[in-house]
Structures are given as structure tokens and as C-alpha cells.
């Protein structure tokens, strides 16, 4: 099952998220209030794009985030990426947010439940590589040059050997841990308590290494 992911904010860091998910096949949706941004968006991406302001309940639920599994608040303005990312998860208390932030001396703010996972926008390079290693799909979401961390995404597929696994008998390298995991029917639990199956997601943040240490850490499921 492809993931559905909402993107507030037309700028080059989510344009090139969006590249990204495109590649690998995921459904997204732009949400942004410029007409003009959206415009010279179609041209990329066609008709994936939501007028309106992403702080508008109706304007997300006319962009489908009660079906969605992601809501990254991408903005230039932090106010805004917090205000949206409360509204989304008031709307979808199941959704992951991924808040972008603008302004370092904002960061205090975004502590708290509704906010599932904060990125110093600055910092940030949504890579375009997706690469399969192995059995399962591995999509590089967002490198984080200033805590040097990526978080991943393996999707498992069905000649994994992830599959009927727990998420914590994973090994994962020093200083890395699971964030979430999204089952094949779009739900999201952090507890790990049920094995893995085929199309479940993992989302995992890895310290940000050298390419050959982050291929060891994917190729130790054939042992």
C-alpha cells in the first residue's frame, strides 16, 4: 500500500521531497495559499496541489488528511508549520508530522505530542536516491547534517526476511532507533509489539555515516 503524505508549503526543500516520493511511487499532495507557486508547480507535478492555507481545517480536509500518513509542515513560517501540524493531528490524531523549523530560538516550542519529529529547515536535503538493497525497499526521507542523522524508511516486501520479525529484534547501528512503524493498512504504532508482515513500514533515524557503514547495517538481514 502506497503512503498518502500531505506537504504544506511549495519551497525547493519540499519540491524535492516530492521528487523523492514521486520516484518511489507514494501519493502526495501540495498544500500552499500562492497561487502563483501553485501554478509553476503543475508544470513539475500536475494537479497535485491544494489551494488554500494549510492552518485552515477545511483546506486540509479538502486535501485528505484524514486518510493521510504524513503531514510535513514545510513553510518558511514557523507559525504557521505549528499551527498546521496541530490542526492535522487534532483532525488525524493517527498521522506522523514532520515539522520543518525556520527559526532555531523556535525550537522549545514544538515540544510536545503534536509534533511527531522536528528538522531544522536549514540544515536539511531531501534526497532524491532511492535505492532497493537486498529484499527491501530503502527510501532515504531527510538527511540532517546538524545532528548528522537520516531517517529512513525500509518497506518490507515479500521475500523479506524482516517478515514475522519484532521491530526491536532489528539490529540497528550504535545511537539509531525506530521512530514509527506503518502497517500495510496505513495505521502508525510506536509500541513494536506486533511482527512485521509484508508492506509494513519502518521508519528509522541513523546516525549519518559513511555510505559502505549504512550498506553493512541494511545487508544484515541474509544473516
Known amino acids: 500500500m502506497e503512503l498518502y503524505i500531505i506537504i504544506s508549503g511549495i519551497n525547493e526543500i519540499s519540491k524535492n521531497l516530492a521528487i523523492n516520493l514521486l520516484e518511489h511511487g507514494d501519493e502526495f499532495i501540495f498544500v500552499d495559499n500562492n497561487k502563483k507557486k501553485i501554478k509553476k508547480n503543475e508544470e513539475i507535478f500536475g494537479f497535485v496541489n491544494q489551494h488554500g492555507n494549510s492552518y485552515s ?37 493517527k498521522i506522523f508530522n514532520i515539522v520543518l523549523i525556520n527559526d532555531q530560538s523556535n525550537i522549545d516550542i514544538f515540544k510536545g505530542d503534536d509534533f511527531d519529529f522536528i528538522i531544522k529547515s536549514n540544515q536539511i536535503t531531501a534526497d532524491t536516491i532511492s535505492s532497493v538493497i537486498e529484499n ?17 524508511m525500509i518497506i518490507i516486501s515479500e521475500n523479506s526476511n524482516y517478515i514475522g520479525k519484532n521491530p526491536n529484534e532489528i539490529s540497528l547501528p550504535n545511537n539509531s532507533k525506530i521512530i514509527a512503524i506503518i502497517n500495510s493498512s496505513g495505521n502508525i504504532n510506536y509500541d513494536y509489539s506486533t511482527d512485521l508482515r509484508v508492506l509494513d513500514k519502518i521508519l528509522i533515524q541513523i546516525p549519518l555515516k559513511h555510505e559502505k557503514t549504512e550498506l553493512k547495517f541494511l545487508n544484515e538481514k541474509r544473516n
Open 136 to 152: 527491501n525497499t530503502v527510501l532515504h526521507l531527510f538527511t540532517n547534517t546538524d545532528s548528522h542523522t537520516e531517517i529512513l
Open 57 to 93: 481545517k477545511e483546506t486540509l480536509i479538502d486535501a485528505g488528511v484524514e486518510r493521510a500518513n504524513f503531514f510535513i509542515a514545510a513553510n518558511k513560517d514557523d507559525k504557521i508549520n505549528f499551527v498546521s501540524s496541530q490542526i492535522a493531528k487534532n483532525i488525524n490524531s
